[in-house]
């Protein structure tokens, strides 16, 4: 903001504006867009060659170019691991046709054959089931606390598993295990990234875990990452890359459950819903109810368990409100609200906020409140910058009346 009062004026210095442009989607005005460009070197004919903020030349750039094999695996991870707790920007980096590729090779390129490495001591199946016996409890953490409390924790631990392939020597079985612990706690490493806002940092985990994903064969786990990515694409408004992307993502994921098929079908849907396509929508929504029907079975892989009867819910009613269908979309998102557990209050959080939101477009303002105040409780208990951000666009929605400054004194505290 210095740089901008030194070029713009001192109006400009004000640095909740710098805070809004990196977590309300609030766009700067063209003269400290020009204060910026100048500063950073950038000519002021490109400054509309690309949208804000995609043309700052924020951190590193991120990589999606190794290859489709152990060796590009492990250097996807060796990249990932730490640089991406670095990351502090609220922005992707990787975008358009970059990151539309790196999809589209995920589903075209074969799996190579592991190759066993040699250096340190024999890793043994038993010791690998060890370690996957703790990733539940790592998933558990990241739902209960938040990913700002429990990023570092898992960082931690996949950069353990990271070490352990570089300095082992293990079976192709065993290898296969390894990445594929890699992969998943990649994945979840770059959802607590995302849900806290640090979206350069979530790219850079969901690249390697998709590497991950693909060296280890398993092509439902690389979906299921490829899935996160396009939600990434929605909250940040690009619309055609999260289709692209769940496309992608539910076509190459190949024979899978009849529970990981309705949650691949429902993305899709949702991606469907925000480019407006109602019959596609409906259609998928139809499939993954059939789906989900079918119930559990014992292939299921772990990470499906979360997508129960109120996710279903949750995500019907996510489509339904992107369609413009008000009184469907919170029938659905009332009903998931009645089902989540306790243990889920980043969720409760979020289909909270996005009620409040139906409710404040369906008249229903003091309601809208309500359901308001009830998430801003959640978001003390589970800290979620994503959650945050919604919450305070939606509360800019409702009508201004004294009822509310209740409700604004409470955000305060969280946006401060």
């Given at each position: 903001?210095?740089?901008?009062?030194?070029?713009?004026?001192?109006?400009?210095?004000?640095?909740?504006?710098?805070?809004?442009?990196?977590?309300?989607?609030?766009?700067?005005?063209?003269?400290?867009?020009?204060?910026?460009?100048?500063?950073?070197?950038?000519?002021?004919?490109?400054?509309?060659?690309?949208?804000?903020?995609?043309?700052?030349?924020?951190?590193?750039?991120?990589?999606?170019?190794?290859?489709?094999?152990?060796?590009?695996?492990?250097?996807?991870?060796?990249?990932?691991?730490?640089?991406?707790?670095?990351?502090?920007?609220?922005?992707?980096?990787?975008?358009?046709?970059?990151?539309?590729?790196?999809?589209?090779?995920?589903?075209?390129?074969?799996?190579?054959?592991l190759m066993s490495v040699l250096g340190g001591g024999r890793i043994t199946e038993d010791?690998?089931?060890?370690?996957?016996?703790?990733?539940?409890?790592?998933?558990?953490?990241?739902?209960?606390?938040?990913?700002?409390?429990?990023?570092?924790?898992?960082?931690?631990?996949?950069?353990?598993?990271?070490?352990?392939?570089?300095?082992?020597?293990?079976?192709?079985?065993?290898?296969?295990?390894?990445?594929?612990?890699?992969?998943?706690?990649?994945?979840?490493?770059?959802?607590?990234?995302?849900?806290?806002?640090?979206?350069?940092?979530?790219?850079?985990?969901?690249?390697?875990?998709?590497?991950?994903?693909?060296?280890?064969?398993?092509?439902?786990?690389?979906?299921?990452?490829?899935?996160?990515?396009?939600?990434?694409?929605?909250?940040?408004?690009?619309f055609s890359g999260f289709l692209t992307i769940a496309r992608t993502a539910y076509e190459?994921?190949?024979?899978?459950?009849?529970?990981?098929?309705?949650?691949?079908?429902?993305?899709?849907?949702?991606?469907?819903?925000?480019?407006?396509?109602?019959?596609?929508?409906?259609?998928?929504?139809?499939?993954?109810?059939?789906?989900?029907?079918?119930?559990?079975?014992?292939?299921?892989?772990?990470?499906?368990?979360?997508?129960?009867?109120?996710?279903?819910?949750?995500?019907?009613?996510?489509?339904?409100?992107?369609?413009?269908?008000?009184?469907?979309?919170?029938?659905?998102?009332?009903?998931?609200?009645?089902?989540?557990?306790?243990?889920?209050?980043?969720?409760?959080?979020?289909?909270?906020?996005?009620?409040?939101?139906?409710?404040?477009?369906?008249?229903?303002?003091?309601?809208?409140?309500?359901?308001?105040?009830?998430?801003?409780?959640?978001?003390?208990?589970?800290?979620?910058?994503?959650?945050?951000?919604?919450?305070?666009?939606?509360?800019?929605?409702?009508?201004?009346?004294?009822?509310?400054?209740?409700?604004?004194?409470?955000?305060?505290?969280?946006?401060?």
């Open positions: 903001m210095d740089v901008i009062a030194r070029r713009a004026g001192n109006m400009a210095r004000r640095r909740e504006k710098a805070w809004r442009w990196e977590h309300w989607g609030v766009v700067p005005d063209r003269e400290t867009q020009l204060a910026l460009a100048a500063e950073l070197g950038i000519r002021e004919d490109l400054l509309d060659a690309q949208p804000w903020p995609e043309r700052l030349p924020v951190g590193d750039p991120i990589r999606a170019d190794f290859s489709w094999d152990q060796p590009g695996s492990m250097l996807a991870l060796d990249q990932a691991v730490g640089n991406a707790m670095m990351d502090r920007r609220g922005f992707m980096r990787l975008t358009g046709v970059g990151l539309a590729g790196f999809a589209a090779d995920w589903l075209n390129i074969d799996t190579a054959e010791f690998v089931a060890q370690i996957e016996a703790g990733v539940p409890r790592l998933r558990m953490l990241g739902e209960a606390y938040g990913g700002q409390r429990s990023r570092r924790l898992i960082d931690a631990e996949l950069g353990m598993v990271v070490e352990v392939l570089e300095k082992s020597s293990y079976s192709v079985a065993v290898a296969q295990r390894l990445h594929g612990l890699a992969a998943e706690l990649g994945r979840l490493a770059g959802y607590i990234s995302f849900d806290a806002g640090l979206h350069s940092a979530a790219q850079r985990y969901w690249v390697a875990a998709v590497h991950s994903a693909h060296t280890a064969g398993d092509r439902a786990l690389g979906a299921n990452i490829l899935k996160s990515m396009a939600l990434q694409c929605y909250d940040f408004g690009n190459g994921a190949g024979n899978v459950t009849p529970r990981t098929a309705g949650m691949l079908a429902v993305r899709l849907a949702r991606a469907y819903a925000s480019v407006d396509d109602v019959a596609e929508s409906q259609r998928l929504l139809g499939i993954a109810d059939t789906h989900f029907g079918q119930g559990t079975c014992d292939d299921d892989p772990p990470w499906i368990g979360y997508f129960d009867e109120g996710e279903f819910h949750a995500q019907a009613g996510m489509c339904y409100l992107d369609l413009g269908n008000l009184h469907r979309a919170d029938s659905h998102l009332d009903n998931a609200l009645e089902r989540f557990f306790a243990t889920k209050p980043l969720d409760q959080t979020t289909y909270l906020v996005m009620r409040a939101r139906v409710q404040n477009d369906l008249g229903n303002a003091d309601q809208a409140g309500d359901l308001l105040h009830q998430a801003v409780s959640l978001i003390e208990q589970a800290p979620s910058q994503r959650n945050v951000d919604r919450l305070v666009a939606v509360r800019n929605y409702l009508p201004d009346n004294t009822s509310r400054s209740d409700l604004d004194q409470r955000l305060s505290t969280l946006t401060g």
